[in-house]
C-alpha cells in the first residue's frame, strides 16, 4: 500500500507530477497530472510505415522478432524455445536520486486469447549508470545480474512483479551463446511484499488491456503499482499489484517493453500501441537515439596519375536499419565547403539485403579534410519529406597524413559473450569501450577491421538452417553487425577503415571457401568441411555489401564466383602505403576433400600416425587462388605510387599454436587452465590446424615469396593469439615479417608453447627472449621466426574470463628514414585490452615492440630489433 499522506501533502513533495486517486478498497493508484515534464517520451509507431526497424529510439532484441506494422508494435517471436524478447527504449531512461514519480503506460492486445506461461509488459531498472546504456541494450531471455525488474500482464489478464536480476544461468564454463529461459518460472524470483487485487480476464476471456506502471519514490520509500484495465467499455480495472518497499536498483536504468511467447494460437507475441513514459524520475537523452543512418566506413583511394587535388576516390557505406518498403529509399552524401556549407556530391539508392546506401566521389582532394554528412529524409504516404524527421549523420574524411609516419590499428575478432552472464561488464565485452579509447589514444590514421566482425553464435544462436528465410538469416546477422557498428562507429566516422570478411562474418565456424564449390567427401563429411559456404550467396553477398563495399573496385576481371558470390581482392593507396587487401578464405580447399587419408574434421587430421608436416601438401591444393595470386605479382612489381607496401589478410601464413599432447583437434582450447605469468606449459605439441594458412604449404610459400617481392608487411587477426613472425620459404628469416593482432575479446584462447628442444639454430631473438621464440617449424612443416606471442595469462585484471586470455588490438607505426633499407622503418606492438596507452610506464604485450626496415621484408637478412 501506498503511503497515507493526503494528496495536499503529495502535491507539496512532488508539485505538479502526482495525484491520489481512489481506486479498489486499501490501494491507491498513483496517476500523473497533465503538466508532466518535456522528457515525456510517446511512441510514433502510428506514424511509420510497416518495417522490421522500429526507429532510431529503440533497441530490439532480436532485430528480427520485432516490427511495425499498422501503425503498432508486433513482437513476432512466440516460440517457446525463446524467452522473454525486449524492445529497449534508448532516449529515455529512469534516474534514482531525487524524490518523484514516474508512470509507463502501453495498450497491450490479447484478444487472440491466452496462453498458459506467457506475459507481456515492461522491464524497468535494467542496468543503471554504473552500465553503459549499449550493453544493456542487449538484456533479454535471461535473469542475471543488472537485468532489472519485470512488471507484466500474464496470459490470464493478471499482472505481477518478477526480479530478473536473479543469475539463473549456470555460470562457469564457456559458452557461445546465452540459455534462454522457455519458460515463465524462469524469468527471475517473483517479488515479495506484493498485494494483488482483481481477477484478470475472468470467463468473458481476453480484451485489449492497457497496461500502466507507477512509481514513485519520497520519504526514502519507494513504491510501485501495476494496473491492468480494459482498453474499451470505461477502463474498467482487470487487475493490480502494489509492491511497497521496491528496491533503488528499480529506479535507475532502461525501460522496455516485453513479449514473452503470446496469445494461444497465434504465430507471433504481443501486440502494442501508444506507449508513453513520463515523470520527474525519466531523464531524456536523445544523444543515445541510434539511426536512421547507424554508423559509416569510407576510404579514400589515391591514383598517383592525377593531379593530386583530384586524385582521391571516396567510398563510404552509410548503414541504416531495414526500412519498410514505402520509406523513401534514397540518401545523399554532402560535403562542407569553405564557408561551412553543405553541398550534395553523390546519391545513393537504398540496398534492402544489407539496409545500405553506397556512396562513390571520384575527383575528392585527398590532402585536405572534409567534413561530410549523410542525409536522409523520410517521406509520408504521399512521397513528401517530413521536415521534423530528417535526419544527418555528420563525419570527417581525414586528409592524408603529411607527417613522416603513418600510424595503423588492426582489430579482430570482436566476441561479445563467454559465458557466465551478467548484464553489466563483468559479464559482456560489448561496447567494446576501452578498446575503442585505447586504440584512439594511439593517434592511428587508418583502421583495420581482420575479420570476425561478429560471430555468429554472440550472445544468441545463429538464425540459419533450410527452413529459416533469407530475409530472417540476414536479419539475425545485422543485429550482431549493428553492435560491432555501434562500439567502433565513433571511430569509423572520422578514420579511412580497411574491413575484410572472416569465417564467422558469414556464419560459418571455419571456413574453406573452394571459390564457392560444394565438394562430395567421404560419407559423414560436414557441410562445412565439404568446401563452398553453408550460407547462400544471397547471403553473403549482403555481408559484403556490409563490409566490403567501401573498399576500392574488386581487382578480379570477373567480380564473381560462378556461383554469384562477390569478390573483393583489391588494392588501396593511401597515406603513402600501397595496400594489398585479400580474402585468404575465398578460394582456399577443403582439406577434408583434398587429403582424404588424414580423415579431417573441421580441419582436424584424425588419422592415427598421419604427419601433416609430410603428407599433407598435396598437389592441386589452393590457398589464395590464381586471381589472387596474379593480383598479387602484379601489384609486387608496381614500385609508384607509395613508399612502402603492406598486405591485408585474415590469417597469417603459418600455424603459431600448440595443444597438449594427444589431442585431436582444437576443442579442448576453451577449457584449458589459463598459466601463470612467467609459467611455461609444458607437454604441448605444435598444432597443424588447417583453419590458419600453414596448409596448403606449396601455395603458401608462394604468397610468402610474393611479399618478399614486394618487400611488404603482412597485417592479420584470426587466431586470437596475438603474434610477431618472420616468415621463411627456403630458409628461415629469408622473408618477411607478420603482426597477427590479438583478438579484441574472444572464447578460443590459442596458445603457443612449443617444445624448447625442437628450436632450431639461429643467432638469438635476443638475450632474454622466452623459450616459445626462436626459429621453428610449425605443426605443417613452416619455417617460422617467433619473435613475440601474447600468450594467454592469468593476471588477475577482472574479469578474468575476458583479459585471462590476453585480448587486445595491434598498433603499426611506418617511419620515413633514407637510412633505413627500403627508406623506412616500421615498428609492431600487440597492445593489452586493459592498459591505457597514455598511463605512466603503458607498455605492450611482453615481446614488443618488434623493430625492422622496410627493406628487410625482402631478400634481406637483417635481425629484427626487440624490446
Not at 542 to 552: E, K
Not at 554 to 578: C, K, P, Q, V
Not at 626 to 635: C, K, P, R, V, Y
Request: a negative charge; hydrophobic letters at 40%; one cysteine or more.
Amino acid at each position: 500500500m501506498l503511503p497515507t499522506a493526503p494528496p495536499t501533502m503529495l502535491q507539496r513533495l512532488l508539485p505538479g507530477v502526482l495525484l491520489l486517486v481512489a481506486a479498489a478498497p486499501g490501494c491507491g493508484v498513483l496517476a500523473l497530472a497533465p503538466d508532466a515534464p518535456a522528457s515525456t517520451f510517446r511512441s510514433d509507431w502510428h506514424e511509420l510505415q510497416d518495417r522490421t526497424w522500429i526507429g532510431e529510439k529503440h533497441w530490439a532484441n532480436r532485430l528480427q522478432d520485432w516490427r511495425v506494422a499498422e501503425g503498432t508494435l508486433e513482437c513476432v517471436e512466440a516460440r517457446p524455445a525463446f524467452g522473454m524478447r525486449t524492445l529497449h527504449l534508448l532516449t529515455h531512461r529512469l534516474v534514482d536520486g531525487k524524490e518523484g514519480s514516474f508512470r509507463s503506460r502501453v495498450q497491450v492486445d490479447a484478444v487472440d486469447g491466452s496462453r498458459a506461461g506467457s506475459a507481456a509488459g515492461f522491464l524497468v531498472g535494467a542496468g543503471g549508470e554504473h552500465v553503459d546504456y549499449r550493453l544493456t541494450s542487449q538484456v533479454h531471455g535471461t535473469s542475471a545480474e543488472d537485468g532489472g525488474f519485470l512488471a507484466l500482464l500474464d496470459g490470464d489478464g493478471k499482472v505481477f512483479f518478477a526480479d530478473f536480476e536473479q543469475p539463473i544461468e549456470a555460470g562457469g564454463g564457456n559458452q557461445w551463446v546465452m540459455q534462454t529461459n522457455r519458460e515463465l518460472v524462469d524469468f527471475g524470483r517473483p517479488a515479495t511484499g506484493v498485494t494483488f487485487t482483481g481477477d484478470g480476464f475472468g470467463a468473458a476471456g481476453p480484451v485489449p488491456v492497457e497496461l500502466e506502471l507507477v512509481g514513485a519514490s519520497f520519504d526514502g520509500r519507494r513504491t510501485f503499482i501495476l494496473t491492468a484495465r480494459e482498453a474499451r467499455n470505461g477502463g474498467e480495472v482487470l487487475s493490480t499489484a502494489s509492491w511497497e518497499d521496491v528496491p533503488v536498483s528499480a529506479f535507475d536504468g532502461a525501460v522496455a517493453l516485453v513479449s514473452h511467447r503470446g496469445p494461444e494460437g497465434a504465430d507471433r507475441g504481443y501486440r502494442f500501441a501508444e506507449w508513453t513514459l513520463a515523470g520527474e524520475l525519466v531523464a531524456s537523452a536523445p544523444e543515445r537515439a541510434f539511426g536512421p543512418i547507424l554508423f559509416v566506413h569510407y576510404t579514400v583511394d589515391v591514383d598517383a596519375d592525377v593531379e593530386p587535388e583530384t586524385s582521391g576516390r571516396l567510398g563510404l557505406t552509410a548503414q541504416a536499419g531495414p526500412l519498410g518498403v514505402e520509406d523513401a529509399r534514397t540518401a545523399t552524401l554532402e560535403l562542407a565547403e569553405g564557408s561551412g556549407r553543405f553541398r550534395e556530391v553523390a546519391e545513393a539508392k537504398f540496398v534492402p539485403d544489407s539496409a545500405t546506401f553506397h556512396f562513390v566521389v571520384e575527383g575528392l582532394d585527398p590532402g585536405r579534410e572534409h567534413r561530410f554528412r549523410v542525409r536522409y529524409a523520410p517521406v509520408d504516404e504521399d512521397g513528401d519529406e517530413i521536415a521534423k524527421r530528417v535526419s544527418y549523420y555528420e563525419g570527417v574524411i581525414a586528409a592524408e597524413p603529411d607527417s613522416e609516419e603513418l600510424t595503423i590499428a588492426s582489430l579482430s575478432c570482436q566476441k561479445s559473450f563467454t559465458g557466465g552472464l551478467r548484464w553489466n561488464e563483468s559479464g559482456l565485452w560489448f561496447p567494446h569501450t576501452e578498446v575503442r579509447d585505447h586504440v584512439a589514444a594511439h593517434g592511428p590514421h587508418l583502421l583495420y577491421f581482420a575479420g570476425d566482425q561478429i560471430y555468429e553464435g554472440d550472445l544468441t544462436a545463429p538464425a540459419r538452417g533450410s527452413n529459416v528465410p533469407l530475409e530472417t538469416s540476414i536479419h539475425d546477422y545485422l543485429h550482431k553487425w549493428y553492435r560491432h557498428g555501434w562500439s567502433f562507429g565513433d571511430l569509423t566516422r572520422r578514420l579511412p577503415t580497411v574491413v575484410v570478411t572472416d569465417d564467422h562474418d558469414v556464419f560459418h565456424g571455419n571456413i574453406w571457401g573452394n571459390a564457392g564449390v560444394r565438394m562430395k567427401g567421404p560419407e559423414g563429411t560436414s557441410a562445412q568441411d565439404s568446401g563452398g559456404y553453408v550460407m547462400s550467396p544471397a547471403f553473403v553477398n549482403a555481408v559484403h555489401r556490409t563490409q566490403v563495399a567501401h573498399l576500392p573496385p574488386t581487382r578480379d576481371s570477373i567480380g564473381t564466383l560462378a556461383n554469384g558470390i562477390t569478390t573483393y581482392h583489391t588494392e588501396l593507396t593511401w597515406g603513402g602505403g600501397s595496400f594489398a587487401i585479400l580474402n585468404d578464405r575465398m578460394y582456399k580447399s577443403p582439406p577434408a576433400i583434398l587429403v582424404p587419408e588424414g580423415k579431417v574434421k573441421n580441419g582436424w587430421f584424425q588419422a592415427e600416425g598421419f604427419d601433416p608436416a609430410k603428407r599433407a601438401d598435396v598437389p592441386g591444393a589452393v590457398l589464395l587462388g590464381q586471381g589472387q595470386e596474379d593480383f598479387l605479382a602484379e601489384w609486387a612489381s608496381d614500385r609508384s605510387g607509395a613508399w612502402f607496401k603492406a598486405c591485408l589478410s585474415q590469417t597469417p601464413l603459418a600455424n603459431v599454436a600448440t595443444l597438449p599432447a594427444g589431442a585431436s583437434g582444437g576443442s579442448v582450447i576453451p577449457s584449458l587452465a589459463v598459466p601463470l605469468p612467467g609459467e611455461y606449459v609444458e607437454g604441448d605439441e605444435r598444432a597443424a590446424d588447417t583453419d590458419s594458412n600453414g596448409w596448403p604449404q606449396t601455395p603458401r610459400n608462394r604468397a610468402v615469396a610474393l611479399l618478399r617481392r614486394a618487400s611488404a608487411f603482412h597485417l592479420t587477426g584470426d587466431q586470437h593469439l596475438g603474434s610477431t613472425l618472420r616468415y621463411g620459404v627456403d630458409d628461415f628469416d629469408d622473408a618477411g615479417f607478420v603482426l597477427s593482432s590479438p583478438a579484441v575479446a574472444n572464447t578460443w584462447p590459442r596458445r603457443w608453447f612449443p617444445d624448447p628442444s625442437e628450436r632450431q639454430a639461429g643467432p638469438p631473438i635476443a638475450t632474454d627472449a622466452p623459450d616459445y621464440t626462436g626459429r621453428y617449424f610449425d605443426g605443417f612443416g613452416n619455417r617460422m621466426t617467433v619473435l613475440a606471442v601474447a600468450n594467454p595469462r592469468a593476471n588477475g585484471v577482472e574479469p578474468e574470463r575476458l583479459h585471462g586470455r590476453a585480448p587486445g588490438y595491434g598498433i603499426v607505426r611506418v617511419t620515413r628514414d633514407s637510412e633505413a633499407a627500403g627508406g623506412g622503418r616500421v615498428t609492431f606492438e600487440a597492445w593489452p585490452r586493459h592498459v591505457d596507452p597514455k598511463a605512466e610506464g603503458a607498455a605492450p604485450f611482453e615481446g614488443w615492440p618488434v623493430r625492422f626496415s622496410l627493406g628487410d621484408g625482402g631478400e634481406r637478412r637483417a635481425s629484427p630489433e626487440r624490446r
